[in-house]
């Protein structure tokens, strides 16, 4: 079945950075884009990068120059360099496959940026 699996969550100061890592399983991963959503506490899941089959990305307007997503074919792995933390970055971060319409989860790794 699909597996994926994030790490690379923590706790960092304002101005740090974080690596988020997901690994996959059970789809041929490069065929499918891959995403990075994150849910702050008390509000809705959201959209904070996609990289495509082909490598291309799309940022949310809040994250762009200061996040970059990125994937290793060959590791079944998607990646979420996370720079210049601002305590509104708090979140859990989920990674998802999508498969077409659908979506698949991880569990999520949380980051917590402090003041």
């Known amino acids: 079945q699909v597996r994926l699996v994030e790490s690379g969550g923590g706790l960092v100061q304002a101005g740090g950075s974080l690596r988020l890592s997901c690994a996959v399983s059970?789809?041929?991963?490069?065929?499918?884009?891959m995403g990075w959503y994150r849910q702050a506490p008390g509000k809705q899941r959201e959209l904070a990068a996609i990289?495509?089959?082909?490598?291309?990305?799309s940022y949310a307007d809040s994250v762009k120059g200061r996040f970059t997503i990125s994937r290793d074919n060959a590791k079944n792995t998607v990646y979420l360099q996370m720079n210049s933390l601002k305590p509104e970055d708090t979140a859990v971060y989920y990674c998802?496959?999508?498969?077409?319409?659908?979506?698949?989860w991880g569990q999520g790794t949380q980051a917590v940026v402090s003041s």
């Open positions: 998802a496959a999508h498969l077409g319409t659908s979506r698949r």
């Open positions: 990289i495509g089959q082909g490598g291309n990305t």
């Open positions: 059970g789809i041929m991963f490069s065929d499918y884009a």
